[in-house]
């Protein structure tokens, strides 16, 4: 059975029949929808999502977002998280992969910030709680 068989099948169910060209016009139609449905940047919002989808990692862009524009040391993070410092020095390098947190070396300490996307998907969520 090929992958387009089911297709067809319903296709015949909705509109009575289903001709080649009937089925390479719907075809051609869920092809668009899968480029507005994301297309190129799917894979760059699964990996932000992916990287959300820890609590550490989430505490840790939470805590971030809160607080605002400054920069947080990763001392200022370890004594808040309840797992080892090589943890949160992985978690960290996960979300600044996923373009979530911004970071910048300071003489020997490491500083932190949430970027701008991370900020925005926060307040999405924030926003989405009360609907």
Known sequence: MSSTDRLRRYV???CGSCT????????AELEELNEAAGGSALESDVELLSAL???????IVRMLHAADDDELCVCELSPLLDVSD???SHALSKLTDAGLVTRRKEGK???YRATPRANA???????????
Not at 20 to 27: C, F, I
Not at 121 to 131: N, Q
Request: aromatic share 6%; proline share 0%.
């Open 109 to 111: 300490w490491r500083m």
């Open 121 to 131: 998907v926060l307040v999405a969520l924030d926003g989405s709680r009360s609907l």
């Open 12 to 14: 015949v169910d909705e």
């Open 53 to 59: 989808g820890n609590e550490t990692r989430y505490e």
């Open 86 to 88: 090589s943890a949160i």
């Open 20 to 27: 080649d060209a009937d089925l390479s016009e719907r075809l």
